[in-house]
């Protein structure tokens, strides 16, 4: 009979819990078979009583078939050469941080050929509506279809090749900051009109999260969209104007442009 698979996450600070309450909660893998890492014992606390195996970095990478590395990127590197011994090809090392290519990992792992995928999940996989594109290294073919169906209780998971992962880390993740800068200021806008702080909360909110649904459910474009809701000489019509004079596409492509010059620069780093 074949063994049951076990996977493993090293580094349960904000995105290694919720990977591992996202794999609690699909049931793909009973709590039994997910082991879990962190240097901060606290932290774990709540899985061990989940009934997670809790231990060491290399007794996770002993153990389990798929070793998920969820510590922050400059820690990346002690952590593959603590447990490369423990990788094997028959193995998957799934790494979210950001900036670490997979070449960079493979480097460490030597001459194995340990499959090894690249994640740049976003901050909404909090709440399962993540975007996730992944790329699997040079001997990871074939492990695309464990990769996403492991991931897909958070969001959307899809391919992506290595060279635009500069660009997805400015547009989808840092995007929500970008979106929620918006909805700072609109909240900001609805308490100067006097709005009570729950309307604002509300309106803000709902705003985004009804736009988002919208071109997520309707599949129309944000062109056709936005023509749904700007009759000629109507309010909305009005407003855009003010959004063509002042080039906000402009700032828009120069903050992400930004960002992903800033994402190249830690790459390099
Ligand atoms: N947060 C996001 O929105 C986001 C989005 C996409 C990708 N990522 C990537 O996800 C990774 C984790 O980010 P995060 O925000 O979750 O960081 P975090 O909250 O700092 O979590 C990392 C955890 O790993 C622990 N750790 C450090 N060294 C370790 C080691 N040698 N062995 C075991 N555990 C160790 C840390 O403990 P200490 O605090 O003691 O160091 C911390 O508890 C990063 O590489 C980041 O680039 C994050």
Redesign the pocket.
Do not use: F, H, R, Y
């Given at each position: 009979m074949r063994k049951k698979k076990t996977i493993g996450v090293?580094?349960?600070?904000?995105?290694?819990s919720i990977l591992v309450k996202g794999l609690l909660e699909s049931g793909l893998y009973p709590a039994s078979r997910i082991y879990i890492?962190?240097?901060?014992k606290k932290?774990l606390k709540y899985f061990k009583r989940a009934g997670l195996q809790v231990v060491d970095?290399r007794r996770l990478s002993e153990n389990a078939d798929v070793v998920i590395i969820?510590?922050?990127?400059d820690?990346?590197e002690?952590?593959v050469s603590?447990i490369k011994e423990f990788l094997t090809p028959s193995k998957v090392l799934v790494s979210?941080?950001?900036?670490i290519s997979t070449a960079r990992i493979e480097k460490i792992l030597l001459k194995k050929s340990v499959p090894v995928i690249r994640v740049?999940?976003?901050?909404n996989v909090r709440v399962r509506a993540g975007l996730l594109p992944y790329c699997p290294g040079r001997y990871a073919d074939g492990c695309e279809g464990l990769v996403e169906k492991l991931l897909a209780p958070l969001g959307i998971v899809f391919k992506l090749s290595e060279e635009k992962f500069d660009a997805v880390t400015a547009i989808s993740?840092s995007g929500p900051g970008f979106i929620f800068y918006i909805a700072e200021n609109i909240k900001r806008i609805c308490k100067k009109k006097k709005f009570t702080e729950q309307q604002s909360a509300i309106i803000t909110s709902y705003l985004i999260y009804g736009s988002g649904k919208m071109l997520a459910e309707t599949k129309l474009s944000p062109d056709r969209l936005k023509e749904m809701v700007s009759s000629p000489g109507g309010t909305t019509v009005a407003g855009l104007k003010v959004f063509e004079e002042k080039n906000f596409p402009e700032i828009l492509k120069e903050s992400i442009e930004k960002a992903e010059n800033r994402s190249k620069e830690l790459s390099r780093a």
């Open positions: 090293i580094g349960c600070g904000n995105m290694g890492s962190d240097t901060q932290k970095n969820a510590v922050k990127p820690a990346v002690e952590v603590e979210i941080a950001a900036g740049m999940p976003n901050l993740g």
